[in-house]
């Protein structure tokens, strides 16, 4: 099959991105790695072998700030972090927007 016009322009045989959809049963057993971040902290090799059991390490961020979604390394969501029985979980406020 002849993939182009006659003026030597090549054919697109492909519809337009935005125009592929996914079915969405081809991604339901896949796996993902969603990280929560809620803060982080700067310290010194020195500060760090000092640590040991019982050391609390002071994040720079404060009780208000939320909590960062991450997908693969992308900040899909914010939240809060809610107890779930004898366990931590994140409560969603917000979703981020495409880029």
Same mark, same amino acid.
């Given at each position: ?22 079915? *969405? ?7 993902? *790695? ?5 803060? =982080?902290?700067?310290? !010194? ?12 390490? !002071?994040? =720079? ?39």
């Amino acid at each position: 099959m002849d993939s182009t016009k006659k003026n030597d322009e090549p054919v697109s045989l492909a519809p337009p991105a935005s125009s592929v959809r996914i079915n *969405s049963e081809l991604l339901r057993g896949l796996r993902i *790695s969603l990280e929560a971040r809620l803060g =982080e902290a700067k310290m !010194t090799v020195e500060q760090l072998m000092a640590l040991k059991q019982g050391s609390v390490v !002071t994040l =720079e961020a404060s009780l208000a700030d939320r909590v960062e979604l991450f997908l693969n390394d992308a900040l899909v969501a914010r939240g809060e972090i809610v107890a779930v029985g004898d366990k931590f979980g994140v409560r969603i406020v917000e979703i981020s927007q495409k880029p």
